[in-house]
């Protein structure tokens, strides 16, 4: 009995189940998640090109359809990041089973993700702790693993050093909600997510590609953009 050939929609699933995924969580997907989806994805991109993984975001109280805030827009833009085309999504207990990583822009994000769904605890932290754990363990980088097993060793490690009691910086652990505050603290969230996005980068995946300057030269990547 011959099988039948897989259609292209099946195919791209099938690629899709493969392909590792991060997810970034803040309180309404407007401000700083949004800002962290996008450096991060940038960040990821100048080390893996199109091996990267999947980099979404969602807010635990996101009003879904809703838009990133102007200020955040604006501030991404100074930093070569085109948010205009991100729509709000809200946090789904399908979301963080299928995510690889979730990384919380404050200790409430993950604390509320790991209470509702402490399956997902092993894999979650805040943006802040997960580089300090990262940036303590030794360099693990094989040439010959993917981008999903390198992703999944990462986190491993990260688990098993903060089980056996690193502390990190706890006083530490939050990006600062901007919401509210002035065009400047907006300015400085995002000088903040985009170092520990670049930080988070390299401790995952190594020192960016040379083909960096070409990718930034190419002109600012929205978040949801195809190509």
Excluded at 201 to 218: H, Q, S
Aim: negative net charge.
């Amino acid at each position: 009995m011959s099988s039948r050939p897989l259609s292209r929609a099946s195919m791209l699933d099938c690629a899709s189940s493969l392909m590792a995924s991060i997810l970034l969580v803040c309180t309404g997907n407007i401000c700083r998640s949004p800002m962290a989806e996008g450096f991060l994805r940038a960040a990821i991109e100048r080390r893996l090109g199109e091996s990267s993984p999947q980099v979404s975001s969602a807010g635990v109280y996101g009003r879904r359809g809703s838009r990133a805030l102007p200020e955040t827009i604006a501030a991404a833009a100074e930093r070569d990041v085109d948010l205009s085309g991100h729509i709000v999504r809200a946090l789904l207990d399908d979301d963080i089973e299928k995510a690889d990583l979730v990384v919380g822009m404050a200790a409430e994000h993950r604390d509320w993700i790991t209470r509702e769904l402490p399956s997902a605890s092993p894999k979650t932290f805040t943006l802040k702790q997960l580089v300090r754990l990262l940036e303590a363990l030794p360099d693990s980088h094989a040439a010959d693993a993917s981008p999903a097993e390198r992703l999944s060793r990462r986190v491993a490690e990260a688990d098993r050093l903060r089980r056996n009691g690193f502390e990190g910086n706890p006083y530490d652990d939050d990006v600062v909600d901007p919401l509210g505050l002035s065009f400047e603290a907006f300015e400085a969230v995002a000088l903040d997510i985009d170092e520990w996005s670049e930080r988070l980068a390299t401790a995952l995946f190594g020192a960016a590609l040379e083909r960096e300057a070409e990718l930034r030269l190419a002109g600012p990547r929205g978040v949801g953009e195809e190509g």
